[in-house]
């Protein structure tokens, strides 16, 4: 483990030029669902790869079918490990845009926050591995580890590019002794985490078909099936709402059930509920037997309406009944559930309590498979120790109930630890309006994987 002060001592001096450029990063608005984002999504590709050309790597802007992938490397260290460095750097929507203190782009410093959208998700988080490697190639001239990166566009957006491109690698170009990724949290402000578990993805959106046009609710009502109510009964019929158990049959037949360590780990986490109901404003499930909230939110599938269409949603009231009605319903899976067994269970069940009178179309949008990786071996240590000898504290274990599609294959085809190394924080805001990533978190990230990179090298 070699000392990283030379570069540690760079990065305090040029920490505010580092800043000024994150929010140049942030300023491109990557959102890589909508089409009509395209060509900024193809520009924040460009900046990405120029500034890791600039850092001293070597630059590929890999054409998909989708949007382009980010590759670069610097492998002038023979004999060293190999560290593989993942972010993405699409980003959600900005909707709804009223909500937004600033405008979703334009990155605006409150205090210790820099809130922008893409801030935590995942430009701030991933910027700091360019950051580390430009400030170590800047003061060494050279790396104490081989890197790569694999930055992709459309991890926000269900994009398969990078699945296909990583299986057809096979490792080659991709080979490497771990994988590191900063697109999770710390476990809360001041104790910073290693993440092992990502729960799985089944998204869906289902359909119902009534009456050939919409029809009077006084004249055909009692007639006629209402598709929305018929919806509304399916949906009902998915979860249990007491225990939040899903009704579905067969549905938790391949799940993995938590050890018993690691709900030792979970308890001894000290998760405080209370606060939680708080910041929440009250919104919290308790009561549930059988799991605790760490449990239920780390480390059990749920089910979850995302959206729900149809009918009359204007102002005041008009007496309808409608042709047809909508939904997005998703499932978040633990290992070893599979998002293509679900989608088989849930489309049975759909057909069983489908009422006469209407039809119903089950349609699945995208998902990903749930993972959990090893956190004990030499590389862990070494990340939880770059952990310690940044924020004072040592790193705790965590899961999350987030998905984070490509390292499940990652970890499957490459074959080496993957390490989810974030520096969000759980109230960071992403997905949502007001999305923000802590300034001091942006700089110890980058120290993180200074002292990682070092720590690696030996
Ligand atoms: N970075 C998140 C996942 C995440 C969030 C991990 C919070 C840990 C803590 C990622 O960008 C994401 O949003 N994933 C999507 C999955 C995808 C298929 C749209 C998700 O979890 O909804
Ligand atoms: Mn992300
Ligand atoms: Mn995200």
Redesign the pocket.
């Known amino acids: 483990m070699s000392d990283s002060r030379d570069v540690l001592a760079r990065v305090e001096r040029e920490q505010a030029q580092y800043l000024e450029e994150l929010k140049e990063y942030i300023r491109i608005p990557s959102i890589s669902t909508d089409p009509d984002y395209k060509g900024e999504v193809l520009r924040c590709a460009g900046f990405l790869a120029d500034k890791l050309r600039a850092a001293g790597l070597t630059v590929e802007t890999i054409e998909t079918e989708g949007h382009p992938l980010v590759y670069a490397e610097w492998l002038g260290a023979p004999g060293k490990p190999t560290v593989l460095f993942y972010g993405?750097y699409d980003v959600?929507p900005a909707d709804p845009l009223e909500e937004w203190r600033n405008p979703p782009f334009e990155p605006t410093e409150e205090g210790d926050c820099l809130v922008a959208r893409g801030t935590t998700?995942?430009k701030g988080q991933s910027y700091t591995h360019v950051k580390a490697v430009a400030a170590m190639l800047a003061e060494r001239g050279r790396l104490p580890v081989n890197v790569k990166f694999l930055v992709e566009g459309e991890?926000?957006?269900?994009g398969e590019a990078i699945e296909k491109f990583v299986r057809a690698d096979a490792g080659r170009k991709l080979g490497c002794t771990s994988v590191v990724v900063s697109?999770?949290?710390m476990y809360q402000p001041g104790v910073p985490a290693l993440?092992y578990g990502?729960?799985g993805?089944a998204?869906f959106e289902i359909r119902v078909y009534g009456p050939n046009r919409d029809l009077h609710s006084g004249v055909y009502g009692g007639g006629v099936t209402n598709p929305l109510n018929a919806l509304c009964g399916i949906v009902a019929s998915l979860r249990d709402e007491a225990t939040g158990r899903v009704r579905i049959e067969g549905f938790y037949d391949d799940v993995r059930p938590l050890a018993d360590w690691e709900r030792k780990e979970f308890a001894a986490l000290g998760f405080d509920e209370v606060e939680q109901r708080r910041d929440l404003e009250g919104a919290v499930r308790s009561g549930v037997v059988g799991y605790t909230y760490l449990e239920r939110t780390w480390a059990r599938p749920t089910c979850d309406l995302n959206g729900i269409f149809g009918g009359y949603m204007g102002k005041g009231a008009k007496t309808v009944l409608p042709a047809w009605a909508g939904c997005k319903v998703s499932f978040r899976l633990v290992a070893d559930q599979t998002p293509a067994k679900i989608a088989e269970l849930l489309r049975a069940h759909v057909e069983k309590v489908t009422p006469a009178g209407v039809r119903v179309e089950v349609d699945y949008l995208?998902?990903?498979d749930a993972v959990t990786v090893d956190a004990t071996g030499p590389e862990a240590e070494a990340a939880l120790s770059a952990l310690e000898d940044v924020w004072g504290v040592r790193g705790v274990r965590v899961r999350?109930?987030?998905?984070?599609?490509i390292v499940g294959t990652f970890a499957q085809v490459l074959q080496v630890p993957v390490l989810l190394l974030?520096f969000?924080l759980e109230d960071d805001r992403?997905?949502s309006p007001n999305e923000k990533f802590n300034i001091s978190h942006y700089y110890n990230g980058i120290r993180t994987v200074v002292r990682l990179l070092d720590r690696m090298g030996g």
């Open positions: 993405h959600q998700d995942d991890e926000e957006s269900g697109d999770t949290s993440t990502l729960k993805l998204y995208h998902g990903a999350t109930g987030g998905a984070i599609p974030g969000g992403l997905h």
